[in-house]
C-alpha cells in the first residue's frame, strides 16, 4: 500500500470532529502492486500434537476415495495416482481435525483489573493534559505540570504492575512442569529457557573464486557490494538462488575423464541398467497371493516384502516428529492412521517393491538450510544442508533396507573393520579397537602412526555408476539392484523459501541424497573393497572406518618405517579414491605418532619425533602432524592420558550448564526437573566414550566430581545458609542423597561394565568380542606397565582393582600422575594412604554395582 501524502499541504488537510480531543484526518491512499517486488507466501502451521485423533480418523474414512485393488499388480502410474490420492486424503483430515497456529498478544492474558484501572487513570490525565498543553496563563502551567507528574507516577505503577504479573504467569507456567511427563517435559523446557539462534540468511558472503554461481544464477558481480575478497549478497531472492545452485553443483556429476577403468564401469552400468529395465515383476498378485500379505520372496528375488502387521510395527516405533516433506505429512500423523489407510499403503509398498519402482514423489526433499557456526559470517561452506523427505517415504526405506541388509549378511560384504551404521556398533567400539592396539604396541616397545583420512563431500559424492558396479559384482539379485537403482537415481531438492514463488526443483545426478534410510549402508558397500585392499588388517597396516571417516595405522620401534609405511598406504589409498570419484582432502587430513613418554623412546625417536611428516604425491603437500586429534568424538592424544579430552568434555558442559543458568536458577521450577536435566542434557557429554578413557588419574577424575557437584548445588540450592552464618556446609554424601543419583564415577563403572557385558555377549562381529575372553598375562602386564586398554577393565573389576568390597570406587581414588598410570597395589592389602579425595558413597551407588554378571545368566 502507498499513502499519497507528498502532495498535500498540511493547510489543507481536512479534520473530522469527535467528542474527544481527538482530530482525525482524511486522507486518500492509493493501492497498487508493485511487480518487481517478490510475494512473499505465507505457511499454515499446524499444531499436530493438538489433533483431535478420534476426527482425525472419522474424517479419513469421510476423505478416502479408493483403495488400491491387492489381487493385481499395479502399473507405476497406478501406484502414483493412488499415492497422491492418500496424500489427499491425509491433508484434507489434517486441515479439519488439526488446529492451526495462531498469533496471539502475550500481553493479553498480562492485563489485570489493576492494570485496566491504572491505563484507563492514564488515559483520562492525558486528555486533561492536551486541554491545557497550549494554554499559557499560570494557573494551566501549574495544573498542566501536575497532571504530568500525575501521568508519569501511573506510568511507572503500570510498569510495576506489568512486571508483577509476568513474573507471576511465568512462576504459574515454571511450577506447572512436570518432570514425570516425559513427553512434554523436555519439550517444555526447551521452549521456555533454551535460546534459539536465529538461522536467517539476511547476508551471504560469496568468495571471488566462487563467481561463476553468479553466473548462473545471472547476478552481476560487478553491481555487488564486496570486501577484500568476498561479493555481498543483500537480496533475499538472490540468496536463495545462490544457495540452491551451490548444493546442486556438489551433486552434479563431473563429466567423464576417458580413463581406461571408469570406461568399463560406465559400460557395464549401462548394461547392468539395460537388464534391470527388462525385468518383469518378481511376483503376481492375486487372491492366494495378495498384495497386503504376499509370500516371502528372498531365495528367488533378494527381496522382502511386508505386511500390515510390520508396518504398524514400524509406524509404532518412529519419533513423534512433527516436520515434514513437502507432502505436509509429519511422523506424528503416520502413527495415528487407521487401519485401512495402513493396508493402503502397505499394498502401495510391495507394489513397489515387486516393480522395483521408488515414487517419485517421494524422492523430492524440502531443502532447509541452517549455519554450521551461527557466530561466523555466513559463507557458502558454513552452511549445512536439511533434507527433509515425506516421512512416508523413510518408511518404504526401511522396509527395503530389510533385503539390502540381507545382502550384506549373506553375502559378507561388509568387513569387520567398518564399524559405521551397523547394528550393535558403536563410535566406542572403533575407538577401543585403536587404543587397545595402540597400548598393545606400546607393551611391545613399539610406536603406532596413524593417519585420519578426509573424504571431501563424502556421502554427496558417490558414484552411481560406481555403485551399481560394485552391486552387480558383489552379487546382488537384479530385483533388488533394479530397486536400488530407482532408489537412488532421480532424486531432487527444493529449496524451502518463502521469496520465490516457484523455487527451482534441482534433480541430483551422483551422490546419496541426506536424510535417506539407506544411504549409510550403500556407502559402506561402495568403500567396502578398500578395507583389505593393499595388505591392510593382514599384517603391519590395519585400517578402522566409521562409514567415510576411516583411520589407517602401523607400528614399529622405528619412526621411519612408520613414516614410509603410512605414505605409501596413503597414496594408494588416494589413488584408489580418485578411481571411484571420491576426493580425498590432503588439508584436511591428519597424522599423529603414538609413542611412551620421551625418555622411554629410543634416541633417534628423542630428537626427530616432531619431525614426523608424509606427504601427498599428488599435490605435494604434508600432511598436518598434530600431537591430538579429534576421532568419532574423541581428542585421542600421542601419550593416550586423555587430559585434553577431559578437558575439552568439560569445557562443553559448562557451557551448556551456563547456557541454561535460568533453568538451574529458578526457584519456581522443582528440583528434581533440574536434576533431570543435568542427568540427560549434561551428563552424557562428560561420560561419553567413558570406556576408552576410565585409565585417568584420580586428580583428572575429581575435576568431574567437582564439576558435577557444582552442578547439583545449583540445583538443590545447597549452598551454606545466611542462617547459619554461612557456616553450615552440605557435605558430598548429603549432596548425593538429596540429589538421588549415583557418583559419576560410579555411574562410569556402571556404564562400562554393560558396555563390555554386550560386547562379550555379542556375535556379530568378531573383533568387538573376541578382546575379552581371558589373557591374565596380558592384563597383568598392562598393569604393571600402565598401558590399560577397556578389555583390561573385565580383570581389575573381577579382581578388586576398581571398587573394593565397600562399593567405593577406589581405581578412581589412586594417587597417580597422569604421566604414569601404573597400579603398584594389592587390592587384599590396599593402605588408605594411597588414596585422595572424598570416598563416601550413598545407597544408590551401592545399589548401582551389586549384583553383576559379564555373562548372560540362563533362565
Same mark, same amino acid.
Given at each position: 500500500?502507498?499513502? *499519497?501524502?507528498?502532495?498535500?499541504?498540511?493547510?489543507?488537510?481536512?479534520?473530522?470532529?469527535?467528542?474527544?480531543?481527538?482530530?482525525?484526518?482524511?486522507?486518500?491512499?492509493?493501492?497498487?502492486?508493485?511487480?518487481?517486488? *517478490?510475494?512473499?507466501?505465507?505457511?499454515?502451521?499446524?499444531?499436530?500434537?493438538?489433533?483431535?485423533?478420534?476426527?482425525?480418523?472419522?474424517?479419513?474414512?469421510?476423505?478416502?476415495?479408493?483403495?488400491?485393488?491387492?489381487?493385481?499388480?499395479?502399473? =507405476?502410474?497406478?501406484?502414483?495416482?493412488?499415492?497422491?490420492?492418500?496424500?489427499?486424503?491425509?491433508?484434507?483430515?489434517?486441515?479439519?481435525?488439526?488446529?492451526?497456529?495462531?498469533?496471539?498478544?502475550?500481553?493479553?492474558?498480562?492485563?489485570?483489573?489493576?492494570?485496566?484501572?491504572?491505563?484507563?487513570?492514564?488515559?483520562?490525565?492525558?486528555?486533561?493534559?492536551?486541554?491545557?498543553?497550549?494554554?499559557?496563563?499560570?494557573?494551566?502551567?501549574?495544573?498542566?505540570?501536575?497532571?504530568?507528574?500525575?501521568?508519569?507516577?501511573?506510568?511507572?505503577?503500570?510498569?510495576?504492575?506489568?512486571?508483577?504479573?509476568?513474573?507471576?504467569?511465568?512462576?504459574?507456567?515454571?511450577?506447572?512442569?512436570?518432570?514425570?511427563?516425559?513427553?512434554?517435559?523436555?519439550?517444555?523446557?526447551?521452549?521456555?529457557?533454551?535460546?534459539?539462534?536465529?538461522?536467517?540468511?539476511?547476508?551471504?558472503?560469496?568468495?571471488?573464486?566462487?563467481?561463476?554461481?553468479?553466473?548462473?544464477? +545471472?547476478?552481476?558481480?560487478?553491481?555487488?557490494?564486496?570486501?577484500?575478497?568476498?561479493?555481498?549478497?543483500?537480496?533475499?531472492?538472490?540468496?536463495?538462488?545462490?544457495?540452491?545452485?551451490?548444493?546442486?553443483?556438489?551433486?552434479?556429476?563431473?563429466?567423464?575423464?576417458?580413463?581406461?577403468?571408469?570406461?568399463?564401469?560406465?559400460?557395464?552400468?549401462?548394461?547392468?541398467?539395460?537388464?534391470?529395465?527388462?525385468?518383469?515383476?518378481?511376483?503376481?498378485?492375486?487372491?492366494?497371493?495378495?498384495?497386503?500379505?504376499?509370500?516371502?520372496?528372498?531365495?528367488?528375488?533378494?527381496?522382502?516384502?511386508?505386511?500390515?502387521?510390520? $508396518?504398524?510395527?514400524?509406524?509404532?516405533?518412529?519419533?513423534?516428529? =512433527?516436520?515434514?516433506?513437502?507432502?505436509?505429512?509429519?511422523?506424528?500423523?503416520?502413527?495415528?492412521?487407521?487401519?485401512?489407510?495402513?493396508?493402503?499403503?502397505?499394498?502401495?509398498?510391495?507394489?513397489?517393491?515387486?516393480?522395483?519402482?521408488?515414487?517419485?514423489?517421494?524422492?523430492?526433499?524440502?531443502?532447509?538450510?541452517?549455519?554450521?557456526?551461527?557466530?561466523?559470517?555466513?559463507?557458502?561452506?558454513?552452511?549445512?544442508?536439511?533434507?527433509?523427505?515425506?516421512?512416508?517415504?523413510?518408511?518404504?526405506?526401511?522396509?527395503?533396507?530389510?533385503?539390502?541388509?540381507?545382502?550384506?549378511?549373506?553375502?559378507?560384504?561388509?568387513?569387520?573393520?567398518?564399524?559405521?551404521?551397523?547394528?550393535?556398533?558403536?563410535?566406542?567400539?572403533?575407538?577401543?579397537?585403536?587404543?587397545?592396539?595402540?597400548?598393545?604396541?606400546?607393551?611391545?616397545?613399539?610406536?603406532?602412526?596413524? $593417519?585420519?583420512?578426509?573424504?571431501?563431500?563424502?556421502?554427496?559424492? $558417490?558414484?552411481?555408476?560406481?555403485?551399481?558396479?560394485?552391486?552387480?559384482?558383489?552379487?546382488?539379485?537384479?530385483?533388488?539392484?533394479?530397486?536400488?537403482?530407482?532408489?537412488?537415481?532421480?532424486?531432487?531438492?527444493?529449496?524451502?523459501?518463502?521469496?520465490?514463488?516457484?523455487?527451482?526443483?534441482?534433480?541430483?545426478?551422483?551422490?546419496?541424497?541426506?536424510?535417506?534410510?539407506?544411504?549409510?549402508?550403500?556407502? +559402506?558397500?561402495?568403500?567396502?573393497?578398500?578395507?583389505?585392499?593393499?595388505?591392510?588388517?593382514?599384517?603391519?597396516?590395519?585400517?578402522?572406518?566409521?562409514?567415510?571417516?576411516?583411520?589407517?595405522?602401523?607400528?614399529?620401534?622405528?619412526?621411519?618405517?612408520?613414516?614410509?609405511?603410512?605414505?605409501?598406504?596413503?597414496?594408494?589409498?588416494?589413488?584408489?579414491?580418485?578411481?571411484?570419484?571420491?576426493?580425498?582432502?590432503?588439508?584436511?587430513?591428519?597424522?599423529?605418532?603414538?609413542?611412551?613418554?620421551?625418555?622411554?623412546?629410543?634416541?633417534?625417536?628423542?630428537?626427530?619425533?616432531?619431525?614426523?611428516?608424509?606427504?601427498?604425491?599428488?599435490?605435494?603437500?604434508?600432511?598436518?602432524?598434530?600431537?591430538?586429534?579429534?576421532?568419532?568424538?574423541?581428542?585421542?592424544?600421542?601419550?593416550?592420558?586423555?587430559?585434553?579430552?577431559? +578437558?575439552?568434555?568439560?569445557?562443553?558442559?559448562?557451557?551448556?550448564?551456563?547456557?541454561?543458568?535460568?533453568?538451574?536458577?529458578?526457584?519456581?521450577?522443582?528440583?528434581?526437573?533440574?536434576?533431570?536435566?543435568?542427568?540427560?542434557?549434561?551428563?552424557?557429554?562428560?561420560?561419553?566414550?567413558?570406556?576408552?578413557?576410565?585409565?585417568?588419574? *584420580?586428580?583428572?577424575?575429581?575435576?568431574?566430581?567437582?564439576?558435577?557437584?557444582?552442578?547439583?548445588?545449583?540445583?538443590?540450592?545447597?549452598?551454606?545458609?545466611?542462617?547459619?552464618?554461612?557456616?553450615?556446609?552440605?557435605?558430598?554424601?548429603?549432596?548425593?542423597?538429596?540429589?538421588?543419583?549415583?557418583?559419576?564415577? $560410579?555411574?562410569?563403572?556402571?556404564?562400562?561394565?554393560?558396555?563390555?557385558?554386550?560386547?562379550?555377549?555379542?556375535?556379530?562381529?568378531?573383533?568387538?568380542?573376541?578382546?575379552?575372553?581371558?589373557?591374565?598375562?596380558?592384563?597383568?602386564?598392562?598393569?604393571?606397565?600402565?598401558?590399560?586398554?577397556?578389555?583390561?577393565?573385565?580383570?581389575?573389576?573381577?579382581?578388586?582393582?576398581?571398587?573394593?568390597?565397600?562399593?567405593?570406587?577406589?581405581?578412581?581414588?589412586?594417587?597417580?600422575?597422569?604421566?604414569?598410570?601404573?597400579?603398584?597395589?594389592?587390592?587384599?592389602?590396599?593402605?588408605?594412604?594411597?588414596?585422595?579425595?572424598?570416598?563416601?558413597?550413598?545407597?544408590?551407588?551401592?545399589?548401582?554395582?551389586?549384583?553383576?554378571?559379564?555373562?548372560?545368566?540362563?533362565?
Amino acid at each position: 500500500m502507498k499513502v *499519497a501524502t507528498s502532495t498535500l499541504k498540511c493547510s489543507n488537510l481536512e479534520t473530522l470532529d469527535f467528542e474527544s480531543d481527538h482530530r482525525a484526518i482524511a486522507i486518500t491512499a492509493l493501492i497498487s502492486h508493485n511487480t518487481n517486488n *517478490a510475494t512473499i507466501k505465507t505457511k499454515t502451521t499446524y499444531l499436530y500434537k493438538k489433533t483431535n485423533w478420534s476426527a482425525f480418523s472419522a474424517n479419513l474414512n469421510k476423505f478416502h476415495k479408493e483403495s488400491p485393488p491387492e489381487f493385481i499388480n499395479l502399473t =507405476t502410474d497406478q501406484i502414483d495416482k493412488h499415492i497422491q490420492d492418500l496424500q489427499q486424503t491425509i491433508n484434507s483430515a489434517i486441515e479439519t481435525s488439526t488446529p492451526q497456529f495462531k498469533e496471539k498478544c502475550h500481553l493479553d492474558n498480562l492485563v489485570t483489573s489493576t492494570i485496566k484501572t491504572l491505563y484507563n487513570r492514564k488515559h483520562k490525565l492525558q486528555s486533561q493534559l492536551h486541554k491545557v498543553r497550549h494554554k499559557s496563563d499560570n494557573f494551566s502551567k501549574v495544573l498542566k505540570n501536575i497532571i504530568e507528574l500525575r501521568i508519569k507516577e501511573t506510568k511507572i505503577k503500570l510498569a510495576a504492575e506489568f512486571t508483577k504479573e509476568s513474573k507471576r504467569i511465568w512462576a504459574d507456567k515454571i511450577k506447572s512442569i512436570d518432570h514425570r511427563n516425559s513427553a512434554s517435559f523436555f519439550p517444555t523446557l526447551n521452549k521456555m529457557f533454551r535460546k534459539r539462534n536465529s538461522q536467517n540468511i539476511d547476508k551471504l558472503l560469496v568468495n571471488f573464486n566462487q563467481r561463476d554461481i553468479l553466473v548462473k544464477c +545471472n547476478i552481476d558481480a560487478d553491481e555487488l557490494d564486496k570486501t577484500d575478497n568476498d561479493f555481498i549478497i543483500n537480496s533475499p531472492e538472490s540468496i536463495d538462488k545462490i544457495i540452491g545452485e551451490f548444493f546442486y553443483a556438489i551433486n552434479t556429476s563431473d563429466p567423464p575423464t576417458g580413463a581406461p577403468l571408469e570406461k568399463i564401469i560406465l559400460n557395464k552400468s549401462q548394461e547392468i541398467r539395460k537388464i534391470s529395465s527388462d525385468l518383469t515383476p518378481a511376483t503376481s498378485f492375486d487372491r492366494s497371493n495378495p498384495a497386503s500379505r504376499p509370500a516371502c520372496l528372498i531365495e528367488s528375488s533378494g527381496l522382502y516384502f511386508t505386511n500390515v502387521t510390520e $508396518v504398524k510395527r514400524l509406524l509404532k516405533h518412529m519419533s513423534s516428529k =512433527t516436520s515434514t516433506g513437502w507432502d505436509g505429512v509429519p511422523n506424528i500423523i503416520l502413527k495415528n492412521l487407521n487401519n485401512q489407510i495402513i493396508k493402503d499403503y502397505t499394498i502401495i509398498f510391495n507394489n513397489c517393491i515387486n516393480s522395483g519402482y521408488f515414487p517419485e514423489a517421494w524422492k523430492k526433499a524440502r531443502l532447509i538450510v541452517l549455519k554450521k557456526k551461527p557466530k561466523e559470517d555466513t559463507r557458502l561452506d558454513n552452511l549445512r544442508p536439511i533434507s527433509m523427505l515425506p516421512a512416508v517415504s523413510k518408511l518404504l526405506e526401511r522396509i527395503i533396507k530389510k533385503s539390502i541388509n540381507n545382502f550384506c549378511t549373506t553375502k559378507a560384504i561388509i568387513p569387520e573393520h567398518q564399524f559405521g551404521f551397523r547394528n550393535n556398533h558403536s563410535t566406542v567400539h572403533a575407538i577401543a579397537k585403536l587404543t587397545s592396539d595402540v597400548n598393545w604396541n606400546f607393551m611391545n616397545n613399539k610406536m603406532t602412526g596413524a $593417519v585420519l583420512i578426509d573424504i571431501r563431500k563424502a556421502f554427496d559424492s $558417490v558414484w552411481h555408476d560406481g555403485l551399481i558396479y560394485k552391486l552387480h559384482g558383489k552379487g546382488m539379485h537384479p530385483h533388488l539392484i533394479k530397486l536400488t537403482i530407482n532408489m537412488i537415481t532421480d532424486r531432487s531438492f527444493q529449496l524451502n523459501t518463502i521469496h520465490i514463488n516457484n523455487p527451482t526443483t534441482y534433480t541430483l545426478t551422483k551422490g546419496l541424497q541426506q536424510g535417506t534410510v539407506n544411504s549409510p549402508t550403500l556407502f +559402506n558397500i561402495f568403500t567396502a573393497d578398500l578395507l583389505n585392499l593393499y595388505g591392510l588388517n593382514k599384517s603391519e597396516l590395519y585400517a578402522l572406518a566409521f562409514a567415510d571417516d576411516l583411520i589407517v595405522y602401523t607400528s614399529d620401534s622405528d619412526q621411519i618405517s612408520i613414516q614410509d609405511r603410512l605414505e605409501t598406504i596413503y597414496n594408494k589409498i588416494v589413488n584408489y579414491y580418485k578411481n571411484w570419484k571420491l576426493e580425498v582432502n590432503a588439508k584436511k587430513c591428519e597424522t599423529i605418532l603414538f609413542r611412551k613418554p620421551i625418555k622411554l623412546e629410543k634416541n633417534y625417536t628423542r630428537k626427530h619425533w616432531k619431525e614426523f611428516r608424509i606427504f601427498d604425491a599428488t599435490s605435494m603437500v604434508a600432511i598436518p602432524h598434530k600431537r591430538s586429534v579429534k576421532y568419532l568424538g574423541v581428542t585421542i592424544d600421542d601419550l593416550l592420558n586423555f587430559r585434553e579430552h577431559i +578437558n575439552n568434555q568439560l569445557k562443553k558442559a559448562n557451557n551448556i550448564f551456563r547456557a541454561l543458568k535460568d533453568l538451574f536458577r529458578s526457584k519456581f521450577l522443582q528440583n528434581r526437573a533440574k536434576i533431570i536435566t543435568y542427568l540427560c542434557c549434561i551428563r552424557p557429554i562428560l561420560a561419553y566414550s567413558c570406556p576408552i578413557w576410565f585409565n585417568i588419574s *584420580a586428580s583428572t577424575m575429581e575435576s568431574i566430581r567437582k564439576f558435577e557437584r557444582k552442578v547439583l548445588r545449583q540445583c538443590l540450592n545447597a549452598y551454606r545458609s545466611p542462617e547459619s552464618n554461612f557456616t553450615m556446609k552440605f557435605s558430598n554424601y548429603t549432596l548425593y542423597n538429596r540429589a538421588r543419583i549415583p557418583r559419576f564415577d $560410579v555411574f562410569i563403572i556402571y556404564l562400562i561394565r554393560n558396555f563390555i557385558k554386550n560386547a562379550i555377549n555379542h556375535h556379530q562381529n568378531n573383533l568387538i568380542p573376541g578382546a575379552y575372553y581371558p589373557r591374565d598375562e596380558f592384563h597383568k602386564a598392562a598393569i604393571r606397565e600402565g598401558f590399560i586398554s577397556t578389555e583390561s577393565f573385565k580383570y581389575l573389576d573381577e579382581n578388586l582393582y576398581i571398587i573394593d568390597e565397600y562399593f567405593c570406587p577406589i581405581f578412581f581414588h589412586l594417587k597417580r600422575s597422569i604421566w604414569d598410570k601404573k597400579i603398584q597395589f594389592n587390592p587384599a592389602t590396599l593402605n588408605s594412604d594411597l588414596l585422595s579425595f572424598n570416598r563416601s558413597v550413598t545407597r544408590v551407588d551401592k545399589d548401582l554395582l551389586k549384583k553383576f554378571s559379564y555373562y548372560k545368566t540362563k533362565k
